[in-house]
């Protein structure tokens, strides 16, 4: 099992540009999320998927989107890019069954610059 | 809504024993988890407790007072390799469950 795969790892962007961020999961999880996690600030939820075609706003929205059309898939879109958004970002995954249920497991991450 | 506190920073050696603390205010409590994360990577779980008490783990222990909104980790003969960020985050009872993080506690192990 990889886990949880996130790509890019790295990643410099003008302001107003898009980019996708990708998140796979092959643990059948089926909880995803993302976080950014920021100086000072602690993990901050973004956005949240509870099963395939189920999303929510999590503490900090705004300036992103994600879908989730299938159980392994989270992407995360930054739709106008702005120095703000300046961060390192964190998929995650959880089942709600088991012994290891609400463990969140995360990607390695990605560090996303925006000039 | 929900509040963490952890101290920013703490240093000890090698060997030793360190406690990390962790106190919180929730408007519905449902488990209190701790993450070590090192430094340029991800957050990994280390233990999670729901009910009052002590959860022992080699030498990691969590304990829990869900009355006075308290936890701590325990660390037991330091190693070097424990350098690195402790993580106290909460689940609520609400929705999804979030769990909101605090801002983690650094800990840095001398020889």
């Known amino acids: 099992n990889a886990g949880v795969t996130q790509t890019p790892k790295f990643q410099v962007l003008k302001t107003g540009q898009s980019m996708t961020l990708q998140c796979a999961q092959d643990?059948?999880?089926?909880?995803m999320s993302w976080y950014r996690q920021d100086p000072g600030m602690g993990l901050r939820l973004i956005h949240y998927?509870?099963?395939?075609?189920?999303?929510d706003q999590g503490e900090v929205p705004n300036g992103y989107n994600v879908s989730r059309s299938t159980t392994e898939d989270f992407p995360l879109r930054l739709l106008s890019a702005a120095p703000s958004q300046t961060s390192v970002y964190f998929c995650?995954?959880?089942?709600?069954?088991?012994?290891?249920?609400?463990?969140?497991?995360f990607g390695a991450g990605s560090r996303l610059t925006v000039l | 809504g929900q509040n963490i506190d952890q101290p920013t920073e703490m240093t000890a050696t090698e060997g030793a024993i360190v406690q990390i603390n962790c106190t919180y205010q929730?408007?519905?409590?449902?488990?209190l988890f701790w993450y070590q994360q090192h430094a340029g990577e991800a957050p990994t779980f280390l233990s999670y407790?729901?009910?009052?008490g002590l959860e022992e783990k080699g030498r990691f222990s969590s304990f829990l007072s869900r009355s006075k909104g308290y936890s701590y980790l325990l660390l037991k003969e330091l190693q070097m390799k424990d350098s690195a960020s402790y993580l106290c985050?909460?689940?609520?009872?609400?929705?999804?469950?979030?769990?909101?993080f605090g801002t983690g506690t650094r800990l840095l192990v001398s020889p």
């Open positions: 995650a995954s959880n089942t709600i069954r088991g012994s290891g249920a609400n463990v969140l497991t």
């Open positions: 643990m059948n999880h089926e909880y």
């Open positions: 998927s509870v099963g395939a075609g189920i999303t």
């Open positions: 929730t408007s519905g409590f449902n488990g």
């Open positions: 407790n729901v009910l009052d």
């Open positions: 985050a909460v689940r609520s009872n609400t929705g999804f469950q979030k769990l909101v």
